[in-house]
């Protein structure tokens, strides 16, 4: 077993056990997910609030804003997406503790059986997983992104303040993901 994997799979399960459910920092910054009344909130600095509700409702500073058919499907878009993003950082953030606590097991139940041959790929398997589900995490940034430039941020002017995931974000998680293979 590589020296540096457990350290590195502690460090990781320590750091994903208080995943709020979001992948990138600008995610984490201006993305709420469900208030108590069940919308989505985003944040821009020096605006007020947007909230979006699962029927596509868009409101801003409380005030409703009236927006086209296919705005509203957009809008359902970008909440079911925020709340796919959400639920898969919630599960990677699982898959990381669960990978920690088989390579804990692993390297126990390895050095008392003296076959540490296992270990390794008992451990690659379990932060596979870990793997896949952070893939999950760029594929919904990269569709939060796509969906906040095809409608909000051109063609419903109220939101595009709050159209701040940047361009980079979801190739820079992908870029991540390819590096750790």
Known sequence: MRVYLLPMMLVIAAGVAGCNGTSSDSVTTYISTQTSDGSIVVHAPGHADAHITAAGDLSIAGSKVSVTSEQRELLQKYYVTTLMMRDHGIATGNAGIATAGKALSSVASGLASGNT???????NASAAKVEAHAALICKDLADLRSTQEKLLASQLSAFQPY???KSNEADDCRGRQISRE
């Open 117 to 123: 041959d296992k270990i390794d790929s008992e451990v």
């Open 163 to 165: 159209a701040l995931i």
